[in-house]
């Protein structure tokens, strides 16, 4: 194939998957949608210094650091039939939320101020607040945006976009397109992971 022809069908099979996103994530920004006020679900004690898995369906999502050491989840706006799980053992806890309706949900998670955290998300948009820790973040697809704090707190960095934007923030790297990655490495002692299907991945200090 020709370089022509090949850049034209990666032209091609970009606009179809970003026509995809904007797709998807309508469906989660419906304005006609239900509009409840945020209520709590499950809230339970969890130690800061621990960590926390998270699987999460389709929706928008706030992530920030609680008041005091505990979980608490909440949900708001078109709820439908979601359920939040959260079990704890230990150091570790898991929270599930499932059964997410396809437009206008919105969750609150707040987790200790210091929190390993693992997350899945299989769509939407996430907003995560500055909680200090390890994160391994994966969506695949929407608007992510993390915290980070300083980036003297960090021993490695490793983020990526298949399609979309990629700002980097204090880690000092942003592109647009495909296949944007970055890789960056330093003296702290935290590690931050974050992958991203298609849309748009912004890392902040604050």
């Not at 359920?83 to 599930?96: C, D, P, Q, R, W």
């Not at 390993?116 to 909680?131: P, Q, V």
């Not at 992958?195 to 912004?202: I, K, P, S, T, V």
């Amino acid at each position: 194939m020709s370089g022509g022809a090949l850049n034209s069908s990666k032209r091609i099979a970009a606009g179809k998957t970003g026509l995809a996103l904007l797709l998807a994530l309508s469906f989660y920004s419906c304005a006609s949608a239900p509009d409840q006020p945020m209520a709590v679900k499950e809230d339970k004690p969890f130690a800061s210094g621990g960590s926390v898995e998270l699987q999460l369906d389709g929706g928008n999502y706030e992530i920030h650091p609680a008041s005091g050491d505990r979980i608490r989840i909440s949900f708001g706006g078109n709820t439908g039939t979601a359920i939040a799980e959260l079990t704890t053992a230990g150091t570790h806890a898991n929270v599930s939320i499932k059964n997410t309706p396809s437009n206008n949900f919105k969750a609150s998670i707040e987790v200790p101020q210091t929190t390993d955290l693992i997350l899945h998300l299989s769509g939407g948009n996430l907003e995560m607040g500055a909680i200090t820790g390890n994160k391994d973040i994966d969506s695949k697809g929407g608007n992510v945006e993390i915290a980070v704090g300083d980036s003297k707190d960090y021993s490695s960095v490793d983020a990526s976009v298949k399609l979309g934007n990629l700002d980097a923030g204090p880690f000092g790297k942003t592109d647009s397109g495909i296949g944007n990655h970055l890789a960056w490495s330093g003296n702290g002692k935290y590690t931050l992971h974050a992958n991203l299907g298609a849309g748009n991945l912004e890392l902040k200090s604050k």
